[in-house]
């Protein structure tokens, strides 16, 4: 059974920071592209932050502000945020999507977690 489970969303105030960890199993870690979505009520779902090929991608608006990582040891990938934003605000979800497709149209990817709340008071 696949599973991909988030942690550490949460409330934190402008300014501040938090670290989303997201662990996967149930298919080969390896083989698959991994990354960070977030939606608002009313909005599409849009990528935040992937690994794609291996190669980070960020979005425009968390550039310089968000890092993903990974421990592929323990199949789990990370996003940092720092300096958060009310902006910021949202559901997060992370995703995999087989490797070689290169998309970041969340329509396209395979797998996604529950999702965690992040909440950014202004």
Request: charged content about 20%; hydrophobic content about 30%.
């Amino acid at each position: 059974e696949v599973k991909l489970v988030e942690s550490g969303g949460g409330l934190v105030q402008t300014g501040g920071s938090l670290r989303l960890s997201c662990s996967a199993s149930g298919f080969t870690f390896d083989d698959h592209d991994i990354g960070w979505f977030r939606q608002t009520p009313g909005k599409e779902r849009e990528a935040v932050s992937c690994q794609i090929n291996r190669s980070p991608y960020y979005d425009d608006s968390v550039k310089g502000r968000f890092t993903i990582s990974s421990d592929n040891s323990k199949n789990t990938v990370f996003l940092q945020m720092d300096s958060l934003k009310p902006e910021d605000t949202a559901v997060y979800y992370c995703a995999a999507v087989t490797s070689g497709w290169g998309t970041l149209d969340p329509r396209l990817w395979d797998y996604w977690g529950q999702g965690t709340q992040v909440t950014v008071s202004s």
